[in-house]
């Protein structure tokens, strides 16, 4: 069972719900985006291996602090394992040649240096990927929203309609199983794996293209789109736990930057 602290509101005179803030989880999501930003900028400033390992080196070692399971941990990042290896074979065929030459098929190419930047670059895809996955599996879309608005003053009304669109996205693997469960009711889910996977997927368009059209009337007719400034009923803080998360994970990237121009890596 969750507690709720509150502070007192001097416009409204009532008194707006503030949710714990307990470790990681208690960081508003603004900050691990900011921080997120910053060492990916660290880590695209050169393209040497050295850097990207030290950084996915240093996140892996910080990795158990958030105490995710594993299970959820490999679920949540299947994306970027998937892509990683699909992008290294990419670069090593089709990469800038240098060094000595591994083999030559007139259309692609392996050479020491584009295996070299192929690694390098995989090794930036799961720095930057890792910690860009895994400090939101857990953070609150609200949060993000408030912090979105009240603290980098996006605009509300970008800040709402993402918000909503977030929120109906979870709503898409209920639809499927609904969808698939109406369609083997009636007789039709048994044949044609393909073509009712390309039927599904066309009729669950039309849902979310209903879904969202309602519920942009909805939030027009309750006064979302309104001009003028907006008032949150929880307000969105950045303290010392903001600062730190931020200074992690930039100080991430520059002892990764650090170590490659000690080690004479770097390649700006």
């Known amino acids: 069972m969750s507690t709720w602290t509150t502070h007192a509101d001097p416009v409204a005179g009532t008194a707006p719900p503030v949710r714990p803030r307990r470790g990681v989880r208690g960081v508003q999501p603004v900050a691990s985006l900011l921080g997120v930003l910053a060492l990916g900028v660290c880590l695209v400033l050169s393209l040497d291996v050295v850097s990207a390992a030290v950084a996915l080196g240093l996140e892996l070692a910080l990795l158990p602090l ?5 299970r959820t941990l490999l679920l949540r990042t299947s994306p970027v394992l998937v892509a990683v290896p699909f992008t290294a074979l990419s670069i090593a065929l089709y990469g800038r040649p240098s060094g000595r030459e591994w083999f030559d098929l007139g259309f692609a190419h392996v050479t020491d240096g584009s295996l070299t930047l192929a690694l390098a670059t995989a090794l930036r ?39 909503a669109a977030i929120r109906m996205i979870t709503l898409l693997g209920d639809d499927w199983r609904q969808l698939a469960m109406a369609r083997r009711a009636r007789g039709v889910a048994d044949t044609g794996r393909i073509r009712r996977g390309a039927s599904m997927a ?11 059209t309602t519920l942009a009337v909805a939030m027009e007719s309750r006064g ?3 001009r003028g400034r ?3 009923a929880r307000p969105a803080r950045f303290a010392g736990p903001e600062w730190a998360m931020i200074a992690v994970l930039v100080g991430i990237g520059v002892v990764s930057i650090v170590v490659a121009v000690c080690l004479g890596t770097w390649r700006a």
């Open 125 to 163: 895809v799961l720095a930057v990927g890792l910690p860009a996955v895994v400090l939101f599996i857990r953070a609150d879309p609200t949060d993000l929203a408030d912090g979105l608005a009240q603290i980098l003053r996006l605009p509300a009304r970008f800040v709402l309609g993402a918000l």
């Open 202 to 212: 066309f009729a669950l368009l039309v849902l979310a293209l209903r879904r969202a």
């Open 224 to 226: 979302f789109g309104a």
């Open 230 to 232: 907006r008032t949150w």
């Open 66 to 70: 958030l105490r995710i399971p594993v």
